[in-house]
């Protein structure tokens, strides 16, 4: 499966991303944390391609938002992961790149499709 809007594609690279580092993440975490943050960032890239599928624009948007939330959501996880030493700060510098880049293209997405 695969989407042709660029937005979905860097999104599934955070979520790849996620599911890589987080495998280091300690096993107590295993139905916690890790859990967290890999059900959030793949939530992105679902809700983005279940939007799109949506038959009207406005509904496309809903979607959006609600990607948009559950990025904002594993953005607070990969802190946290950071701040209790599961994340080196180099790891969490390229995820939260990520997540900014996604973030931009988000933003960008709804104010184009609700003009």
Request: proline share 2%; aromatic share 12%.
């Amino acid at each position: 499966m695969e989407s042709n809007l660029e937005v979905w594609k860097i999104a599934h690279q955070l979520t790849l991303a996620v599911y890589r580092t987080s495998r280091n993440f300690p096993k107590s975490e295993q139905f916690a944390l890790t859990s967290q943050v890999r059900r959030s960032a793949s939530s992105v890239p679902t809700n983005i391609i279940e939007g799109q599928a949506r038959q009207y624009k406005k509904e496309f948007i809903q979607f959006l938002y609600i990607s948009k939330g559950s990025l904002e959501e594993t953005n607070y996880h990969l802190f946290l992961a950071k701040e209790l030493g599961y994340l080196s700060e180099s790891e969490y510098d390229v995820l939260f790149e990520l997540c900014k880049r996604v973030k931009m293209m988000l933003y960008k997405l709804i104010k184009s499709l609700a003009a």
